[in-house]
C-alpha cells in the first residue's frame, strides 16, 4: 500500500546545517470528486459535487471547479466565503504558504473546508506521485510554488478527462499573477484572474463590491504623489531587530489623536517600554494593532506626548499640507523631562486586521464609486473603498475588509464586507458593538442544544452518587432584583459544639457540561456571558442558565458546595468541600435580605441564617482591609427601561447594601478557599487569578491629583494605599473621596486568569490575598467550571480528562478567557454608552454639575456624578476663534483666558446629542459655569443649533 | 510564523505519511564476518549497526558471572557523524549508559540465558546516522544480529516508537517529530506472544490516551516483525543455497 520513493530534501537552516528528511509520494491519494472511478478507493470521502451547475460564468459555459492560488486566497478570502462560490479545489501547498503568512485566513478558509455545504477540497498535492515537484536549481520557493500549483492544476484537467469524455468537467485556475496566468495559459490550463472570474459570474453581481482592490501598477502611476517612506523587507528588519537598531513592538494608535500612537516594545528591558509616534509620516502606514518595527529618532527630535484631542474630519484626502499644519500644533514646547523616547514606523513585521464595522461616508461627487469608509472604532483610519451601491449604503452600519495601503494614498484601501442595518437602530448598534469587540453571540448550534438534558428533568439515584443531600439545610439566594441565573447560594447555622457553619452553594455547571463535548467547546469560545444595557449574551444555553443551574428557591438543584467551621470570631476551624443536592428556601433581593435583617419583629431561620452571615461578613470585611485590600470606587449606573419601548427613561447609579458586601465577602473566602485547595491538589495546572501589583509610575495621576488638594497619598504598599485613600477626606467637600477612589482604579491593572505552572508570581493586589481564583460564578463564566473540575478532581467526586492536566492547553483557554473578559467589559461600557445616548436624545438638553478628573492641553474631562457619565469638553471649535490656552503638566492645570481649571474642580456643563455627525453621534458636554465670556455657553439654550431642544428643563435656570 | 503542523487536518505527516504507516525499513544479516553475529538496519534515515559476540567466557572479573543464567551485556554508542552538526561523543556518557541499560533489560527478557549459565553475551550496537527512534532501530538490529549468531531467543524482539499529537498516535516518529516535544513512547514487544520487553514514556500523557498509543506502537512493532521474518527467512535461503544444500 505504501509504494513509496525516497527523496533527500536539502535545506540550509540557520548556520551550514545541512537537514535530511524523507518525503514520501503516495498514489492513494484521491482527487475528490464523487464518482471518479480511479479514486474511488482513496482514504477520504468525495468532496466536489460530480456536477457543479450552480454557477453560470459567461467565460466559461460548462460545469468547473476553481484552483485559487495563494494570493487569492490571502486576499479575496471574502469572496471565496460568500455561499455563491462552492466547489474549489485548495492545493495543499496553497494551504500551507497561507498559514504562514495569515493566521486568520487559514482559519478561515478551514472552517469553509470543513463546512459539508461549500465543497471545498483540500488536495495533498506535495505528497501525490504525480504532482510533487522538485526545486530546480537557480529556483526561487516562489517560483517553485507556483510552478507546483500549475502543475498540479494540469493534473486534474487530465485526470477529469480520463474519468469521462463526454461531461467536460473542468479546473480553473484563478490567479491575480498575470505571468502566472499567462504561463498557465501557455500550458493549456484554463486560467483567469479572480476579478476576470467573478464578474463573469452574472448571476451574482452583488459578489463586485466585496472583491479586494489590490493596489495595481497602472494605478500607482497616476496618481504621482507619494506620501508614506517605504517598508522595509522582513529580512532587513529581523537584521536591525537584532543589531538593536529597530525595536519590535504593538503598535498602538490612540483614541483621542489620529496622528499619534504609541508603540510597546516587547521584551523585558526596563527603558524604552512605550515609544511615541506622531505624524502621519511616522506612523507610516501602520493600523493599530499591528506587529511593527520602529526606529529610534535622535533625542533632540522627540516629543511629549501632547495632550490635544485630534480628529481626523476632513473630507478632502489632497491636503497633506493642512496635516503638517495639524502636526506642528502637537509640537509645542515642553520641558525637557516631559520628553519621551520618539520613533517612527520603518516596517510592518505582522498585520492585524480584521474586518471593521463603521459607517460610509459618501463622497461630494454624485458619480463617484470611491468612498470613504469611517470605522467606528476611532483607533482605525478611515478606508477607501470601491463600491456601486453606496446610496443604498449610505446611513446604514457595513463591514468593511482592508487590502493594502499604497505609498501614495492618504488612506488604506479596502471592500465592502456586509450590511449590518439602519444606523441608530437598537438592534443594529447592539449587532455592531458585538462584532466590534469579537463576542460570539449567534444562537446556540443544534449540536450544542442536542446535549441538553431532556426535559423533565428530575435528580436520579445514580446522580446521588459521591453527593451529598443537603436539602434539609436552610439555604437561601441573595441577587440583585430580576437575576434570572442564580449561581450561589449560602447558609449559616450553628452546630452543636457553639461554632458556625457556613455553606456556600455554587450551582453544579460541570454536571451538565462535560468535558471535550460541542456543549462545551461553545461555552469555553464564549467564555463569558455578557450583559449588555437590555440583553444578555449567555454563556450556556438558556435551560441551563436560567433553569437546569440557576438555584431557584424550592426545587432540588445540584451544587457544588464550600463548607467552613468557624468560631464565631469568623476563624476558619474546617474547611471542606462536597458535591450536593440543595433546595433552596428563599431567592432574596438585596434590599429584602437587608429588610430581613433590620427588621426586629422576624425570627425565621432564614433570617436568623442570614444575621449570622451578617455578622461574619463584617468580621471578615474588617480583617481583610487590614490586610490591605483595596475598596475602589467606578461610577455605575443602571437603566430604567421603559417596559413597551425598551427605551430608557431613566438612570440611576447603583446602590451599595450591607447584604451586597455580605454575599460578597462569602464570595471571596470561598474562592479563596478553593484556591488554596486546587493549588495544593494540582501545583502545575491549576486556574488561579492574579491582579499584579501596578508599577509606581501608573499612580503619578492619582499623586499629582491629590497634591492640588493638599493630600498625601502613599502608594508603595496596596495597606498604605488604602489607608491614605481612607484618610483623604475634605469636610468641605465629601465627593472628593470617591472621585480619588475612581482615579485609584483607573491606575490599577487588569486581573488575569493564568495556569500555575506556567507563573510564580499568584498575588492578588486589590484582595490583598497571596492566592485566588473564580468558583463562584459557573454559569457565566467558563473559568469556574474548569476550577469546579479540578477541585472535583481533588475531591475525588469525578475524574480526570487529558487536557484538564496539561499546562500548555490550559494557559491557551486562560488567554482566550482574559480576550474575551476584556472584550465583554468594553462591550458593556459601549452599550451603557449608546443607551446614555438614547437617554440623552430623548430628554435633551440638560445642564448638570460635574468634577473634573482630568485635565488635557485643549480640553477637561469632567465626571457627573448624577449620571455616572463621563465626557470630554473642548475649547477649540472649528470656525470660532481659538481661546488663549496655557497648560501645565505638573499641577494638572488648565488656563482658559484667566480662569484657571484644576483637577476635581467642580464645573456646570450642559449635556446634549450631538447628531450633526451621524457617523459618531455622540455626546457633548459645553461649559456653563464658570463663565468664561466667549467660551462657555449660556444657560439659556434658544440659540443653540444642534439638536432639537424640545424638552427644555426648568432647573436650567436655577 | 506559525509552528510546523505535525498531522494535517487530511492526516498526513510532515514527510506523507500517514498516522500508523512505517518509514521505510531495509535490513542486511551477516554484515561482518569476524563477529559471531551481526546485522544493519535502515528505517527511513535512521541507520544502525549491531554486533554480537558469544556467548564465551566471562571476560574480566569472574566474579560477575551468574551461576544460573548467562551476562547479557549491551553498549551502545552513536557516531560522531550521525547527526547533522558534527559533535564528539565520549563513551559513557549518560545517554549511551542509559540506552545501554535499556538494550540490556530488553534482551535479557528474550534471550534464553538460562541455556548458558556462567557466560557472557556481548551485544554492541552503534547507530550511524540519527533521525529519530534511536531505541527501536538498535532493538531491531540487534534482534537480527542475536538472530544471525544463532544464539537461541524466545521470540522476535521488534520495537517500535509512538508518538501524540492532537488526539491521533502516530507510529515510529521522525527526527523532526520528536523534536516538536509531544509525549513519546518507545515499545519493545515479542510478536507472538504479544509480551511486552520494555516500555518507556517520557513527557506526560493521560491514561486515557496510553491505550491509544500503545496500541499504535504495538501494530507498529508487529508490523516490524513482517518484514524482519522476510530479511531472516531470505538471508537464511541465501546461506543455505551458499552452503550447497
Known sequence: MLKSRTFLKKTRAGGVMKIVREHYLRDDIGCGASGCAACGSAHEGPVLEPQPLDRVSSLCPQPHYLLPDTNVLLHQIDVLEDPAIRNVIVLQTVLQEVRNRSAPVYKRIRDATNNQEKHFYTFTNEHHRETYVEQLQGETSNDRNDRAIRVAAKWYNEHLKKMSAENQLRVIFITNDRKNKEKAIEEGIPAFTCEEYVKSLTANPELIDRLACLSEEGNEIDSGKIIFSEHLPLSKLQQGIKSGAYLQGTFRASRENYLEATVWVHGDTEDNKEIILQGLKNLNRAIHEDIVAVELLPKNQWVAPSSVVLLDEGQNEDDMEKEEERECTLKTAVSEKMLKPTGRVVGIIRRNWRPYCGMLSKSDIKESRRHLFTPADKRIPRIRIETRQASTLEGQRIIVAIDGWPRNSRYPNGHFVKNLGEVGDKETETEVLLLEHDVPHQPFSQAVLSLLPKMPWSITEKDMKNREDLRHLCVCSVDPPGCTDIDDALHCRELENGNLEVGVHIADVSYFIRPGNALDQESARRGTTVYLCEKRIDMVPELLSSNLCSLRSNVDRLAFSCIWEMNHNAEILKTRFTKSVINSKASLTYAEAQMRIDSSTMNDSITTSLRGLNKLAKILKKGRIENGALTLSSPEVRFHMDSETHDPIDLQTKELRETNSMVEEFMLLANISVAKKIHEEFSEHALLRKHPAPPPSNYEILVKAAKSKNLEIKTDTAKALADSLDQADSLTFPYLNTLLRILATRCMMQAVYFCSGMDTDFHHYGLASPIYTHFTSPIRRYADIIVHRLLAVAVGADCTYPELTEKHKLAELCKNLNFRHKMAQYAQRASVAFHTQLFFKSKGIVSEEAYILFVRKNALVVLIPKYGLEGTVFFEEKDKPKPRLTYDDEIPSLKIEDTVFHIFDKVKVKIMLDSSNLQHQKIRMSLVEPQIPGISVPTDTSNMDISEPETKKKKLQK | MAGLELLSDQGYRVDGRRAGELRKIQARMGVFAQADGSAYIEQGNTKALAVVYGPHEIRGSRARALPDRALVNCQYSSATFSTGERKRRPHGDRKSCEMGLQLRQTF????????????????????????????????????????????????????????????????????????????????????????????????????????????????????????????VRQHVQEASILLGD
Open chain 2, 108 to 231: 535479557e527478557a528474550a534471550v534464553l540465558t538460562q541455556l548458558h549459565p556462567r557466560s557472557q553475551i556481548d551485544i554492541y550496537v552503534q547507530v550511524l546516522q540519527a533521525d529519530g527512534g534511536t531505541y527501536a532501530a538498535c532493538v531491531n538490529a540487534a534482534t537480527l544480529a542475536v538472530l544471525d549468531a544463532g544464539i537461541p531467543m524466545r521470540d522476535f524482539v521488534c520495537a517500535c516508537s509512538a508518538g501524540f499529537v492532537d488526539g491521533t498516535a502516530l507510529a515510529d516518529l521522525s527526527h523532526v517529530e520528536e523534536a516538536a516535544g509531544g509525549p513519546q513512547l518507545a515499545l519493545a514487544l515479542l510478536p507472538s506472544s504479544g509480551q511486552i520487553a520494555l516500555l518507556e514514556m517520557d513527557a506526560r500523557l493521560h491514561e486515557d490516551q496510553l491505550e491509544q498509543v500503545l496500541e499504535t506502537a504495538a501494530q507498529a512493532a508487529r508490523d516490524v516483525h513482517t518484514l524482519l521474518d522476510r530479511v
